[in-house]
């Protein structure tokens, strides 16, 4: 009755505020906002300055307005184009494309930017960040290889564990809360190499979306953030490519129609070689990534449009041939795009995505591999009601496969016995409304609901335990031991054996103060099923994949947020400030010596406990100029909490609050790019963090000749603080040939040689016999060159 009630309560509201709306008595101005490639301009913004009033395209450079009888001035801007103004005698609905054409004829590709005529400034759209291709590109990085991960890590509440380190982490969140689409398929894994790169090929990227609050109601599944990158869709007209040469991996993308206006196609592939020169000096370790993306789009009629996107991607790594590690992603994704009128279109989505993993001990004799892999089926409707109110519902159903792993031994006499793990199968299905409104001429607010229904499959064998309990509680020791099945009984994966129903309210508001100032505030509640089971000690991406069950409950995050937004009106900058608090329950945590790798029965290591995160965002960007650039600065703290299922268990960490790994006070990025003259652009990324919460022993005591160290509570102390500055230039020639551009760039990472603790190992001396602790650094300094090309 509960959710009934909710349900109702919805729609009331929705009924109530909307009660007060008359139509408007006007005619229907409507269209779409190309480039000079035909290509959908998103955000783009569409002014009547006669009235007072515009809009913004949607992400299919889709607009729509209405307007009552008489003369208008039409006004079309976007940063990096030319401003389009064109007269109008409306009298009747009106259909009017603009195609905008860039400042230059060289521009290629243009800087997002989120305040244009301080539209942004009244959505109540809020902890969102944007970035295009270009501005990616200008971050200096490691090797000179542009990252779309590394450009997330200078925006603000955005952190990863460090160097090397897999994912990155939203305002304190773990890696696998973030959901992260690629054309709406989804990624369980971000990195190749172990995290020095991401599987994103900036050369296939057409633009990023970043929320890390204020989260549509469409988007569920994860409770930390979305990710949703939208790759290119293929020059309409004539082909095109661009591509690269670097230090350790080259790559080169190809875009053109096939039937010109109508079908069109984008292929992109990407590999790195820097194991052939290791063979050359007889070294026998090798490590290799590579990936393909491609994209075919047909446009049917005027109603209808088809798009195939894929991808495919590898890794590999040998050390001395006795540990061999090979893992990836696939996904292919079918869209089907539907106009019913002007008002109202659709999306169909079908889409496969995969990750696998293997690893290979020659070494031991055995080799282990896992997957997860999903079908997931979503269709969309966006409708404009009114000029002031937009609508999005639809509906989703996703399908889980997961292999947590199989063992096969290699060798006759490896000693390890074949094994293989419990299947684990699940379903995702979701209902959604979201709303877009705007109450008065200072007052937007976007509100919506998510129904999420989980339905958990029985695994093909199922452990009983007495009283239902998989850990048990030894008091006399005070410590957490595994609990032996009673017994172990068959199931049916067809059969539901747990079902999860939640309902997630979304709710965002701004207040404009002026025209170039406003305060925004919302709220998420956000669920997440799926957990990623992670040992964190393991030098390789580990990723087990564990659904809600019996003994694993689903992660439920609530977050507030509130922000003051400003774009200066005579100079060119925008500033974002927001603050945030959010608490996630049933958060998973791990009892001290649990064993993730190959564990059937991860119920008997781990208990639900709670986090919780709060923190101020600064963002001051400077958009346009021969100098552009951004300062971002977050103050934050991450905790989490494990208290004992009964008043005599200790919990985790005695039950009290403690760092988690991701925590890190302050993290400033200053990144900046400026226009030296035609030729020379100069690029500069500075980065400082609080180091990252780690534990060091306090003590240690002798048993059995071996030195066992002690260690007081979790994550009590912290590795020095982190920072970096990076410098880049990139010299462009003058073109000798219209149809062929190319540009040199010099890169240096780490300019002043830091070196950045990735760990503190605590070892004795073998001189002295004293203990020491050992700094392990992962860079130091490291030059690049690159060339990249167009034509």
């Not at 190309?34 to 783009?44: C, H, K, M, Y």
């Not at 580990?542 to 977050?559: E, H, M, N, R």
């Not at 564990?599 to 781990?606: K, M, T």
């Not at 020379?680 to 071996?706: A, K």
């Amino acid at each position: 009755m509960i959710k009934i009630s909710a349900i109702k309560f919805l729609f009331i509201l929705f009924f109530l505020i909307n009660a007060h709306i008359v139509s408007a008595q006007g005619y229907e101005l409507s269209g779409t906002v190309l480039d000079d490639n035909n290509q959908p301009i998103p955000g783009a913004n569409i002014i009547i300055d006669d009235s007072n009033r515009g809009t913004v395209s949607n992400e299919n450079g889709k607009y729509s307005i209405k307007l009552a009888k008489g003369n208008y001035t039409i006004k079309v801007t976007y940063l990096g184009f030319k401003t389009i103004e064109q007269q109008i005698t409306f009298n009747n609905d009106k259909t009017l494309n603009f195609n905008l054409i860039p400042q230059t004829e060289d521009l290629q590709e243009v800087v997002v930017s989120d305040n244009i005529e301080g539209i942004n400034i009244r959505d109540p759209e809020m902890s969102v960040s944007k970035l295009d291709a270009s501005s990616i590109k200008k971050i200096p990085v490691v090797f000179g290889e542009v990252d779309v991960i590394q450009s997330l890590l200078q925006l603000p509440g955005v952190s990863n564990a460090g160097e090397g380190a897999s994912g990155f982490n939203i305002r304190g969140g773990a890696t696998d809360q973030n959901l992260i689409l690629i054309d709406d398929a989804l990624i369980y894994n971000s990195s190749h190499l172990f995290g020095f790169f991401s599987i994103f090929n900036p050369d296939a990227v057409k633009n990023l979306k970043l929320y890390k609050g204020g989260i549509p109601a469409n988007y569920g599944g994860r409770v930390s953030s979305v990710l949703d990158i939208k790759q290119k869709t293929g020059n309409t007209q004539k082909l095109k490519g661009e591509g690269g040469i670097g230090v350790i991996s080259s790559k080169l993308t190809l875009e053109g129609p096939i039937q010109k206006d109508k079908s069109f196609f984008l292929l992109s592939g990407r590999g790195t070689y820097a194991h052939l020169f290791l063979k050359l000096t007889d070294n026998s370790n090798s490590a290799y990534f590579y990936d393909l993306n491609t994209k075919l789009n047909f446009n049917i009629d005027e109603k209808n449009s088809l798009s195939f996107s894929g991808y495919y991607g590898l890794d590999y790594v040998n050390i001395n041939d006795s540990f061999t590690n090979i893992y990836g992603n696939a996904f292919g994704i079918l869209d089907w795009e539907h106009k019913f009128n002007e008002n109202i279109n659709s999306n169909l989505n079908f889409s496969y995505s995969q990750y696998n993993y293997e690893l290979d001990l020659a070494l031991v004799g055995f080799n282990f591999d896992n997957s997860i892999s999903n079908f997931d089926l979503s269709y969309q409707i966006n409708h404009t009601i009114s000029p002031n109110l937009d609508l999005s519902y639809g509906l989703s159903s996703i399908q889980y496969t997961i292999n947590p792993g199989e063992i096969v031994p290699t060798t006759a006499d490896s000693g390890i016995n074949p094994r293989k793990l419990n299947n684990k199968y699940a379903f995702d299905n979701a209902a959604f409304l979201s709303v877009n409104q705007s109450l008065s001429d200072k007052i937007n607010i976007q509100y919506g609901l998510r129904v999420s229904a989980f339905l958990r499959m029985e695994d093909e064998s199922i452990d009983i335990y007495s009283n239902n309990n998989p850990l048990l509680y030894d008091e006399n020791r005070s410590i957490y031991v595994e609990a032996t099945p009673t017994e172990t009984i068959s199931g049916n994966t067809s059969r539901v054996n747990e079902s999860f129903i939640n309902l997630e309210p979304r709710a965002g508001i701004s207040y404009l103060i002026d025209d170039n100032t406003s305060i925004k505030a919302s709220y998420n509640r956000m669920v997440q099923n799926l957990h990623l089971l992670s040992n964190t000690s393991s030098p390789t991406p580990f990723d087990v994949w564990a659904p809600s069950g019996t003994y694993i409950k689903p992660q439920k995050l609530d977050q507030f947020a509130f922000g003051y937004f400003k774009d200066f009106e005579n100079i060119p900058f925008t500033l974002e400030t927001e603050v945030f608090y959010k608490t996630i329950n049933n958060r998973i945590d791990y009892i001290d010596g649990a064993n993730l790798i190959a564990n059937d029965a991860i119920e008997r290591v781990i208990l639900n406990g709670e986090g919780r995160a709060y923190g101020l965002e600064f963002y001051l960007k400077k958009n346009t100029g021969r100098l552009t650039g951004w300062l971002s600065y977050t103050l934050s703290r991450s905790e989490q909490r494990t208290p004992g299922r009964t008043p005599n268990e200790i919990g985790i960490n005695n039950g009290d609050w403690y760092l988690n790994g991701y925590d890190k006070t302050h993290d400033v990025s200053l990144t900046s790019s400026y226009e030296l003259n035609e030729k020379w652009q100069i690029n500069s990324n500075f980065v400082l963090q609080t180091g990252r919460p780690v534990n060091f022993p306090v003590g240690q005591f002798e048993f059995q000749d071996l030195d066992i160290p002690v260690f007081e509570g979790r994550n009590l102390n912290r590795l020095p603080t982190f920072h970096r500055l990076d410098l880049s230039a990139t010299y462009t020639p003058e073109k000798n040939n219209k149809s062929w551009s190319s540009s040199w760039n010099f890169g240096i990472y780490n300019v002043y040689n830091r070196r950045n603790a990735a760990s503190l190992n605590f070892e004795q001396n073998t001189t002295t016999g004293q203990n020491e602790a050992v700094r392990f650094s992962i860079f130091g300094i490291v030059p690049s060159v690159s060339y990249s090309f167009k034509f």
